[in-house]
């Protein structure tokens, strides 16, 4: 059997919003289970998967009420990585929008090129497009 690792990002309360933003930039699809869809009263998001046709994969759910708040951003770094210079290039200007650039996406001594962004949720993502020639 395959064997895969996939981000799973909790949220203090802006999931459903954060995966249909994270479906759109990479190019995928969000299903969303509801605290309530499960018959808890709670609001919020119990579970959420993105999945795109690249592979991708993003799970993610909401603090539920009464359970401590979790510190976003702190917890967690993406990366994305390959050598499609248009697709990583698209991704990165999704996931920028709204968030900040920490090192921007450009041409580095180990002949790559790449960046690292805080999207508008916090979460950190690095971009590497490798295989670029001088």
């Known amino acids: 059997m395959a064997q895969q690792l996939n981000p799973y990002i909790t949220f203090n309360g802006n999931c459903a919003e954060a995966m249909e933003f994270y479906a759109t930039a990479l190019g995928g699809t969000v299903q969303i289970?509801?605290?309530?869809?499960?018959?808890?009263?709670?609001?919020?998001?119990?579970?959420?998967?993105?999945?795109?046709?690249?592979?991708f994969h993003i799970f993610a759910s909401d603090t539920m009420e009464g359970m401590p708040e979790v510190v976003v951003g702190n917890n967690i770094q993406l990366s994305l990585s390959g050598d499609d210079d248009a697709a990583l290039r698209g991704y990165w200007d999704a996931l920028v929008d709204g968030g900040q650039p920490i090192v921007p996406l450009e041409k580095q001594m180990w002949g790559d090129v790449y960046g690292q962004l805080v999207d508008r949720f916090g979460i950190r993502w690095h971009v590497n497009i490798g295989g670029q020639q001088a």
């Open 33 to 55: 289970m509801t605290f309530r869809d499960s018959g808890m009263d709670a609001d919020g998001v119990m579970h959420s998967n993105v999945e795109t046709p690249t592979g």
